[in-house]
């Protein structure tokens, strides 16, 4: 299992760029979340979808940041325009509804954002 | 609303000394209890879990046991090694409202040689 992908590893871009994040989940996860890390604000929940559908955007800053899932094997979380305090470690996570209580997550590796 | 409340960091111990950071949770109902780790440059990825009261999860040498009386799990190891420094989340998600795991603020642990 080649575990969850995420593209690219680290991304440097100037002030009002556009950035999008790409995730490819567990094959047969059927959740799939984003969170943002930072020093300041540690590790906060995004978004997250359930079969495709999102769930719950509260945690998502602002109108810049949008989060698709067109396929149960791909997402992109995009910030349009990116500025400076974007930048931050993005996780994509995946779970499956079938491991029962325990809800385990999946992390990726990350994508490091920094904005000029 | 759920919430989990962790020991602040950074800990810093020398190799083979005991271990212990405190967790301590606030939930309705019987929530499922995690301890992830960060190792530098990668994402979490979970070390241990309890999902009932008692019970006590382990690996790699780290425990935790589910108190629901004092409502905690404080992660445990003997003996720590130098591959031990990582950044150390508890968290907790609840199966019956929700699929979300909420997570602590992170404890950072030094190990040195």
């Known amino acids: 299992d080649a575990g969850v992908i995420q593209s690219p590893r680290h991304e440097v871009t100037e002030m009002g760029q556009e950035v999008t994040l790409r995730c490819k989940p567990i094959?047969?996860?059927?959740?799939l979340f984003w969170y943002r890390q930072t020093m300041m604000r540690g590790l906060e929940l995004l978004i997250y979808?359930?079969?495709?559908?999102?769930?719950?955007d509260s945690g998502m800053p602002e109108d810049r940041f949008s989060a698709k899932m067109p396929n149960a094997s791909f997402s992109t979380l995009k910030i349009q325009p990116s500025e400076p305090r974007d930048s931050a470690v993005y996780f994509c996570?995946?779970?499956?509804?079938?491991?029962?209580?325990?809800?385990?997550?999946?992390f990726g590796p990350g994508t490091r954002l920094t904005v000029l | 609303g759920n919430s989990v409340t962790q020991m602040e960091g950074p800990v810093t111990l020398s190799e083979e000394a005991f271990l212990t950071i405190n967790c301590t949770y606030t939930a309705t109902g019987y929530p499922s209890l995690f301890w992830y780790v960060q190792y530098p440059g990668e994402g979490l990825q979970l070390l241990l879990k309890?999902?009932?009261?008692?019970d006590k999860g382990s690996n790699k040498g780290f425990e935790a046991t589910y108190r629901k009386e004092t409502t905690s799990f404080h992660l445990e190891k003997g003996s720590v090694q130098v591959s031990d420094s990582a950044v150390y989340f508890c968290a907790l998600s609840d199966p019956n409202r929700d699929d979300k795991i909420i997570f602590g603020k992170g404890t950072r642990l030094h190990i040195l040689p």
């Open positions: 979808f359930n079969n495709n559908v999102p769930i719950d």
């Open positions: 996570a995946s779970s499956g509804s079938g491991t029962g209580k325990s809800n385990e997550q999946f």
């Open positions: 309890a999902t009932k009261a008692d």
């Open positions: 094959s047969g996860h059927d959740y």
